[in-house]
């Protein structure tokens, strides 16, 4: 059976490092006999430039019939300025929108080799592995009413039962494969959305016996994620929470050019990005960071494909090829500086190395 994977580089640096994640995959059907259609599609800025649409109808048409989907990155200056429904953001908060992408998946794992690229010290990092489960297409992101008048503005956070009850149990579930434990993360001190997120996710803990379940208020947990990371197995916690959260977790691992996400839906289909943003600054200067997109891709076989065993190959790839030393400019310090198009072409060969 051959994969249909649409490809959405968008704008920015999205399209460099796009094109060497779809190497890599290219590596996998040479060597491994992994089987896959790729599309392209337009998203973001560079779809609001082509159709006066960051995501028009023929994406979302492609986004819906692909078994999964692999996007870069959008925005940039160029949009920053116009009118809030044409931005490229637009683009990618429909499309979690419209395909119901309710699970984000962001780990935050430490690879051994780049301890020193951390902002914190070795010991309080090293063999970190957490994840944080960001609700995606809800709370404030998506909440009416909204609105922007000429002395005030207001966006509104809304959750309901049934949307924190299917989040959470995407995190008792993941807590269960992995450390058991599930940190729920909210602000039910102050806000009336934070008590009812907390009351029905304790309502929860019930079916889930094996896995500890903790709470604590944002605030708390910013600090403690660059106090004592290691504490913590999953996080679950809201869009906007988890939107800083998930920047903060980044941090610790050294690069944010490192980690990817997954976006899932209630079936397992999804889109997988990295966490990093556009780089309008360095796109198309060969110097972006591809693992964090690679990484992405190798989430995608696991979650989506049923592809564990060539995940493991693609990720066993990216750490040989950071053994070796191989460093793009944001990981540099010690290594061998490449660029964007050489860790592609790294990664590529190990991976064919792999099935010999
Ligand atoms: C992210 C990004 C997006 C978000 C932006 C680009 C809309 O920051 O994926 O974390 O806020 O969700
Ligand atoms: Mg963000």
Not at 43 to 50: E, F, K, L, S, Y
Not at 94 to 105: D, G
Not at 180 to 207: F, I, M, P, Q, Y
Request: aromatic share 6%.
């Amino acid at each position: 059976m051959s994969h249909k994977i649409l490809l959405l580089p968008g704008d920015g640096i999205g399209p460099d490092i796009v094109a060497e994640a779809h190497k890599v995959l290219n590596a996998l059907a040479d060597s491994h006999g992994f089987a896959f259609d790729a599309e392209t599609a337009l998203i973001g800025g560079a779809a609001t430039d082509a159709h006066g649409d960051p995501l028009p109808e023929s994406t979302t048409r492609l986004a819906k019939d692909a078994d999964a989907i692999l996007f870069g990155a959008i925005g940039g200056p160029k949009w920053e300025q116009i009118e809030r429904d044409l931005r490229p953001e637009r683009g990618l908060l429909r499309i979690r929108s419209e395909l119901e992408l309710f699970a984000n998946l962001r780990p935050a794992l430490l690879f051994p080799e780049l301890a020193d690229a951390s902002s914190l010290k070795p010991e309080l990092v090293a063999g970190l592995d957490i994840l944080i489960l960001r609700e995606l297409t809800g709370g404030i992101y998506f909440g009416s009413p909204r609105e922007k008048l000429a002395d005030r503005a207001y966006n509104t956070m809304p959750y309901s039962v049934a949307e924190v009850e299917r989040i959470a149990r995407r995190g008792f579930e993941l807590a269960r494969v992995r450390g058991k434990r599930l940190c729920s993360v909210d602000k039910a001190n102050v806000l009336e959305v934070s008590e009812l997120w907390r009351e029905t996710v304790t309502a929860l803990a019930g079916d889930y016996p094996d896995v500890e379940l903790s709470h604590m208020y944002v605030d708390n947990a910013a600090m403690q994620l660059v106090r004592a990371p290691k504490q913590f197995d999953v996080l679950v916690t809201g869009n906007l929470f988890g939107d800083i959260l998930s920047d903060i977790a980044a941090m610790l691992t050294g690069s944010i050019g490192m980690l990817p996400s997954a976006s899932l839906n209630a079936q397992g289909r999804g889109l997988y990005e990295p966490v990093h943003g556009s780089a309008p600054d360095i796109a198309g200067k060969g110097i972006a960071n591809p693992l964090a997109t690679i990484l992405s891709a190798a989430m995608m076989l696991r979650y989506s494909l049923g592809e564990g065993a060539l995940a493991d190959v693609v990720e066993q790839a990216v750490r040989q090829v950071l053994a070796d030393g191989l460093r793009t400019a944001d990981i540099a310090g010690g290594g061998q500086a490449v660029s964007t198009t050489e860790m592609g072409d790294a990664v590529a060969n190990k991976v064919r190395a792999a099935a010999n």
